[in-house]
C-alpha cells in the first residue's frame, strides 16, 4: 500500500473511530448500577404470608402465545454461507483465499453444518463476499455475533464495509495499525 494512501487512509479511519467508537466515559456510565423496587408491599408482613403460588408465572403453550417454536428457527450460519457463495456465482476456492483462511479450516467447515466459526472469521468470509453492512449484520448474528459501536475492531470493520473497500490485506494493515485482532485464520 502507498505511504501516502495509507496516512490519507488512517486519518480518515481515526475520524471515523472517533465519530463512531462509544467513548469509555459513556460505557461506564451506562452500566451504573440502579436499584429497582420489583415487589412492593404495603406492610411487611404481607411478605411472610405470601405464598409461592403468588409469584408463580403461569406457563403457557408458545405456539399459542406466538413465540417462535424450534422448527421456526432461521437457516444456520453454514447454510446461509454456502447459499451466499452460490448466489454470488462463487467458488468456495476462491472465497476461502480472499477470506485468508486456510483450506483446511475451511474444509473444516464445510464438512460440519453446525459448524460456527469465531468472528473474526465470519467478518473475512463477509468480506470475501463484499457483503453490505445489512448482510454481513445478517451473517453475524446467524454465528451468534453482532458488530458493536463499543469495540474498535467493530467500528474499523463498518468503516471499510460502508465504503465498499473489500481487500483483506489492507483491512488487516489497519487492524495491525490499531492493535487488533486480523481477519482470516
Same mark, same amino acid.
Given at each position: 500500500?502507498?505511504?501516502?494512501?495509507?496516512?490519507?487512509?488512517?486519518?480518515?479511519?481515526?475520524?471515523?473511530?472517533?465519530?463512531?467508537?462509544?467513548?469509555?466515559?459513556?460505557?461506564?456510565?451506562?452500566?451504573?448500577?440502579?436499584?429497582?423496587?420489583?415487589?412492593? *408491599?404495603?406492610?411487611? !408482613?404481607?411478605?411472610?404470608?405470601? $405464598? +409461592?403460588?403468588?409469584?408463580?408465572?403461569?406457563? =403457557? #403453550?408458545?405456539?399459542?402465545?406466538?413465540?417462535?417454536?424450534?422448527?421456526?428457527?432461521?437457516?444456520?450460519?453454514?447454510?446461509?454461507? *454456502?447459499?451466499?457463495? !452460490?448466489?454470488?456465482?462463487?467458488? $468456495? +476456492?476462491?472465497?476461502?483465499?480472499?477470506?485468508? =483462511? #486456510?483450506?483446511?479450516?475451511?474444509?473444516?467447515?464445510?464438512?460440519?453444518?453446525?459448524?460456527?466459526?469465531?468472528?473474526?472469521?465470519?467478518?473475512?468470509?463477509?468480506?470475501?463476499?463484499?457483503?453490505?453492512?445489512?448482510?454481513?449484520?445478517?451473517?453475524?448474528?446467524?454465528?451468534?455475533?453482532?458488530?458493536?459501536?463499543?469495540?474498535?475492531?467493530?467500528?474499523?470493520?463498518?468503516?471499510?464495509?460502508?465504503?465498499?473497500?473489500?481487500?483483506?490485506?489492507?483491512?488487516?494493515?489497519?487492524?495491525?495499525?490499531?492493535?487488533?485482532?486480523?481477519?482470516?485464520?
Amino acid at each position: 500500500m502507498n505511504q501516502e494512501l495509507s496516512k490519507v487512509l488512517i486519518k480518515d479511519i481515526d475520524r471515523y473511530i472517533k465519530k463512531h467508537l462509544i467513548a469509555e466515559k459513556e460505557k461506564r456510565s451506562l452500566f451504573q448500577p440502579k436499584i429497582y423496587n420489583l415487589l412492593r *408491599f404495603e406492610e411487611e !408482613d404481607n411478605l411472610e404470608e405470601a $405464598e +409461592v403460588s403468588d409469584f408463580s408465572i403461569p406457563l =403457557i #403453550d408458545a405456539e399459542i402465545a406466538g413465540v417462535p417454536c424450534f422448527a421456526d428457527l432461521d437457516e444456520s450460519f453454514m447454510t446461509s454461507l *454456502f447459499r451466499m457463495i !452460490d448466489d454470488k456465482g462463487l467458488s $468456495e +476456492v476462491d472465497i476461502y483465499k480472499k477470506a485468508n =483462511i #486456510d483450506r483446511r479450516h475451511f474444509s473444516k467447515m464445510r464438512s460440519n453444518p453446525a459448524y460456527v466459526p469465531r468472528k473474526r472469521t465470519v467478518v473475512a468470509l463477509a468480506i470475501a463476499l463484499e457483503l453490505d453492512l445489512d448482510l454481513t449484520k445478517d451473517l453475524l448474528a446467524k454465528a451468534g455475533y453482532a458488530l458493536s459501536r463499543s469495540m474498535k475492531f467493530d467500528v474499523i470493520i463498518e468503516y471499510f464495509i460502508i465504503h465498499k473497500k473489500y481487500d483483506i490485506h489492507e483491512i488487516n494493515a489497519m487492524l495491525m495499525h490499531y492493535d487488533q485482532a486480523l481477519l482470516g485464520s
